[in-house]
């Protein structure tokens, strides 16, 4: 990563940070309910996709190009959805408790 996208992520996390600071609780609370069903969503279809991963590695039948494809594609999203973590860890910190979150 270079050094221009690095100052572009760290302002992109300022005005983040600063958005989710003006918010009030309430409209927070709903942001972390969204952000914590979006997460879930993020880890079910990561587990589909290393399950898949998986499965292309230990098959003869299926191309190792096409494995490694599977493979690259995981560790990236594997790397997005720690992102999210972070975010939606830092928005419970502003928030300061887990709210319940309903069902679907």
Do not use: F, N
């Amino acid at each position: 990563m270079s050094e221009s996208d690095l100052s572009s992520e760290s302002k992109c996390g300022e005005v983040l940070r600063d958005y989710l600071a003006s918010v009030d609780k309430t409209m927070l609370e709903r942001l972390v309910i969204d952000a914590i069903r979006e997460h879930r969503c993020l880890l079910e279809s990561d587990q589909l996709l290393h399950e898949e991963w998986q499965r292309a590695a230990t098959s003869p039948s299926i191309p190792q190009e096409h494995a490694e494809t599977l493979r690259a594609h995981c560790l990236d999203r594997q790397q997005a959805t720690a992102a999210q973590q972070e975010i939606l860890s830092y928005m419970l910190d502003l928030l300061g408790y887990i709210p319940t979150v309903p069902p679907d």
